[in-house]
């Protein structure tokens, strides 16, 4: 880990006097709790951690820590996989843990108000306890927040159905690097005032500024919830049973993919036991969340039985209880344990269109195995969304992770996909960006961050890469 030496005295008191002392942190231990999210981009300690409580003390900070020039690292709740919450040098981090109010539930119009350092899971608690249904879910609930899923447009298993974040953000408060505070609260889904400026926001990894609150929409709290677990002999059957379903069942909310070999680390890693007596190609996780117990679970077991005997599917377990269903998304819910166990890896997270992802699939999983015999390179994803993952490690040797890169990008853009459908860009992907975005779109981002952040204070070097002679620290 790196450290930095440098006095930071000065700027902890002054932060301290104008913002109060709960707000800073230079402890040891907090400074390592905040040196690093979930990639494998290099840990660095930040300087300091401030730790706003509102999202004006956000916004004050912000404005003090911009005229001193001082290079600021926005953290939610650092399960990013793009290393774009991981400090870099001379930058402190601005957690915003604290801030996870909840300001205001419209339980009538099913929307909810909140501040952005508030966990997915805590927000999906609070409004189901009162019949309503937030719909984002991603295996890292329990941490991330709900401002960081808009910073990254966090996408998940239920996209098929409801869309990813920018979908489900009707409103949004936003903290420039100077500390205006940029309000676009609305409450509507249809506002025709104008250009949609919370979407310059969403997905934009914190490099145009802070978000601090947020307006959700809300879906009615499904009452019942199918869970099926089928295997397949090819991708090219997992698209039939896909569109299959998508004809039939209006309710279905996820399409998961695993390939064969996930499915047997999945089984080593958390000790699960094989889900058929034979294995398969390819399986997918296939749930439906809506209102009638015995409606939908009798479409469900038509549509799936009328896939068997199709021969579209090879073998099939329907949930019979809740039990059940937790047996099954078990399989794809030991990906966090898989990062953490082929760590350093290379993660993907690309995006493809469906008529390529086979092909993909196949030549990736030739060009790995034969390249790099001694890794481990397992392939699941959101099927449905065109969202592919690709896990594929361990890798001691920085070279040939990068070689793991290098071969899997350029495959993804002659297949005409996108290098980043999920996690984003961060540091990571930075340079692999021109696969997918022209120069003239990569020039307007910087227009926008310069216009937004002239001093260029917040998240620099993510994302889009500096411009040229800003890559030294603005720190004396
Ligand atoms: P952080 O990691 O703290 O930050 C991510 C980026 O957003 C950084 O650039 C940071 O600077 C910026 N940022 C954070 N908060 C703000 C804010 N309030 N304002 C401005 N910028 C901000 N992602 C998916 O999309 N789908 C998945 O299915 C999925 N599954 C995952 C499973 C596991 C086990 C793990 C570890 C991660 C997974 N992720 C997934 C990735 C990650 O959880 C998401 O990217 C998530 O949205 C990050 O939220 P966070 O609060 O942890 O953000």
Redesign the pocket.
Known sequence: MSTQTYDMTGLQQTLRERLGAHCVSVDEGVLDAHAC??SDAEKRRPQLVVMPRTPDEAAKALGMLSKLGQKV?????????????TPQANEVAMS?ARMNAIEEFDTIGGTITVQ??L??EQLQAHVEAQGWFFPL????RG???????????????RVVRFG??RDLVLGME?ALADGTVLTMMNKVTKNTTGIDLKQL?IG????L????RLVLKLEPKPTVSNTALCALASFEAATRLLKELRRRLPALSSFELMWDDFMSAAMAIGALKPPFTTSSPVYAIVETLGASEEGERRALEEALEHALENAIVEDVIVAQSLDDAQRIWAYRET??EL?GRLKPHAAF?VGLPMIAMDRFVTTMKTTLTSRFPHQTHLFFG?LGDGNLHLLSGPYADATAMHEVEQLAYEEVRRAGGCIS????I?VVKQEFLHLSRSPEETDLMRKLKTLLDPREIL?GG??ISEPVGESTSKNS
């Open positions: 999210d979930w690292v926005v953290q939610g709740g650092l399960t990013g996989l793009a290393g774009g919450a915003l952005a350092g966990t997915l879910d991603l295996g890292a941490s991330c927040q709900i401002g960081g899923n808009a910073a990254t447009n966090a996408g998940g298993n990813v974040m936003v926001f934009s990894e914190g490099i500024g802070v978000i601090t990906v966090g990062l997270d959101h459908a999920e996690h984003g961060g998240n993510r994302l």
